[in-house]
């Protein structure tokens, strides 16, 4: 079973940087595999922000183009989401989710969160923006 661990969160002001971590820490998702940031603020529904694949292909969310860039590790089984220019709207519990054998597009993995559709989640790591 492949367990992933998000780190990085905290209580940073505006325009500040943060670096989130997403360890896989059990389990293999084989060579083929999305990994994806979400974030969710309580109420709303979760929101893809970003997603990488195994081939590297990446796409962001509109909301954080320009400011956020994902990356991968993958001798470390490791993502990563560098959180540059911070808003008070980005202050979301961020998560990370990853799942096998899918079009790592934002649209599909958005899609594969509403139907409960990612295999794997992390539990999640709080990112707090103050002005």
């Known amino acids: 079973q492949v367990q992933l661990e998000e780190s990085g969160g905290g209580s940073v002001q505006s325009g500040g940087s943060l670096r989130l971590s997403c360890v896989v820490t059990?389990?293999?998702?084989?060579?083929?595999?999305?990994m994806a940031w979400f974030r969710q603020v309580l109420g709303q529904q979760r929101e893809a922000v970003a997603a990488?694949?195994?081939?590297?292909?990446?796409s962001y969310a509109d909301s954080v183009k320009g400011r956020f860039t994902v990356s991968q590790d993958k001798a470390k089984v490791s993502m990563y989401l560098q959180m540059n220019s911070l808003k008070l709207e980005d202050t979301a519990m961020y998560y990370c989710?990853?799942?096998?054998?899918?079009?790592?597009?934002?649209?599909?993995?958005?899609?594969?969160?509403?139907?409960?559709?990612?295999?794997?989640w992390g539990k999640g790591t709080q990112v707090t923006i103050s002005s």
């Open positions: 989710a990853a799942a096998t054998g899918i079009f790592c597009s934002l649209t599909t993995v958005q899609a594969l969160a509403v139907g409960g559709g990612m295999d794997y």
């Open positions: 059990s389990g293999s998702m084989g060579s083929h595999y999305c």
């Open positions: 990488i694949d195994d081939g590297e292909m990446i």
